[in-house]
């Protein structure tokens, strides 16, 4: 059974920071991209950042690029996620995927979702 456990999420006042993590069970992903995706309420779920096992690629949506980094630790099956000087709008649920591909893009086919993690900043 192969579960993805968010964390990190909370209330914040806009400007602050937060990180999130991911820890993945059940297995290991050593070959597929992981990622970010968020859902505001009544909006579509959309994803936000990307990167490859190894790390050595990482992707971003304009909306979060230059203060939202995307980090990963394999000995620990964990990925981050830092979020800073965050917003109004950045407040949805948080959640982690494992792609069915191994490239850290936008085009991010999900194998696998967790259960989220509420981001609430406030103004």
């Known amino acids: 059974q192969v579960q993805l456990v968010e964390s990190g999420g909370g209330l914040v006042q806009a400007g602050g920071s937060l990180r999130l993590s991911c820890v993945v069970s059940?297995?290991?992903?050593?070959?597929?991209?992981m990622g970010w995706f968020r859902q505001a309420p009544g909006k579509v779920r959309e994803w936000i950042s990307a990167i490859n096992w190894s790390g050595s690629s990482t992707s971003y949506a304009d909306s979060v690029k230059g203060r939202f980094t995307i980090s990963g630790d394999n000995a620990k099956n964990t990925v981050y996620l830092q979020m800073n000087s965050l917003k109004p709008e950045d407040t949805a649920v948080y959640y982690c995927?494992?792609?069915?591909?191994?490239?850290?893009?936008?085009?991010?086919?999900?194998?696998?979702w967790g259960q989220g993690t509420q981001v609430t900043v406030s103004s």
């Open positions: 995927a494992v792609s069915t591909g191994t490239i850290a893009t936008s085009d991010f086919p999900v194998r696998y």
């Open positions: 059940g297995r290991t992903f050593s070959r597929y991209a």
